[in-house]
């Protein structure tokens, strides 16, 4: 299953303050105003990071989740998927996703995805990573085929399904962290993806954490610790690594 609504990301270690965090409404190009929730660093270090939640939308996982990116200098909003259909609103477990999952969008993920980092740059004008979870770790990835001028995008068990079309058009490098046991979707779907984006030529890096249930990356977790510990390091150093290279 995905991130429950009461399971929260793990700590970073040596976190930094956060200067303000809350619940918003954004407004995409089309109109639609949908629910989003930033957490602003007290000393950023020029990185904007937009969170794609799982298939339940911007529950509090990803409202605590956006507080630990900014607790590490990142300037944070994590957006929810269900503007055109459900309406803005934070969702709870009484949320019926189902029946609204299916109208989603990719276009309209990254239409959303833009207005939120547009909102960003109201706090810092520097490159835009995202970083998604299950359903929005393959939207997350799919992101790179856009032209929102990613930097980079990072998934946590993804759905490779969400990407296999675009994958001659990916431009910005890709972070995999994988779930070895996951349930969502086989080791050999990814192993497809990966040989597919070889034979593309992109730029990527996958990891499998063995034995790692989908949805490890939870402080609930405590037989994962190391994983989770590992994964901040892998994403840190991705978007240190990418963010290096854009001209200053």
């Not at 520097?126 to 930097?151: H, I, Y």
């Not at 779930?179 to 070889?198: C, I, M, Q, R, S």
């Amino acid at each position: 299953m995905c991130h429950s609504t009461d399971s929260r990301p793990p700590a970073l270690a040596n976190p930094g303050e956060v200067a303000q965090d809350g619940a918003l409404e954004l407004t995409s190009a089309d109109g639609t105003v949908f629910s989003a929730f930033h957490a602003i660093p007290a000393e950023p270090n020029g990185v904007n990071i937009v969170i794609l939640p799982d298939i339940r939308g911007t529950h509090p996982y990803y409202q605590a989740l956006a507080n630990r990116f900014a607790q590490a200098g990142f300037t944070t909003a994590a957006i929810d998927y269900y503007g055109r259909t459900a309406g803005v609103g934070v969702r709870d477990d009484e949320f019926e996703w189902k029946q609204y999952l299916p109208s989603v969008q990719p276009d309209e993920v990254a239409a959303d995805v833009k207005a939120a980092a547009e909102h960003l740059t109201n706090f810092n004008t520097g490159p835009v990573f995202t970083v998604g979870f299950c359903f929005g770790g393959g939207q997350s990835w799919r992101l790179s085929a856009s032209d929102l001028g990613v930097t980079g995008v990072i998934g946590f068990y993804g759905l490779p399904k969400l990407v296999n079309d675009v994958v001659d058009d990916i431009s910005a490098p890709l972070l995999l962290l994988l779930a070895g046991a996951d349930v969502a979707t086989t080791p050999e779907e990814f192993e497809t993806f990966a040989k597919n984006l070889d034979a593309a030529g992109k730029t990527y890096d996958m990891h499998v954490y063995e034995g790692a249930p989908h949805s490890f990356f939870d402080a609930t977790y405590d037989e994962w610790q190391e994983a989770c510990d590992d994964a901040w390091s892998r994403m840190i150093t991705f978007i240190e690594t990418h963010s290096a290279k854009v001209p200053a």
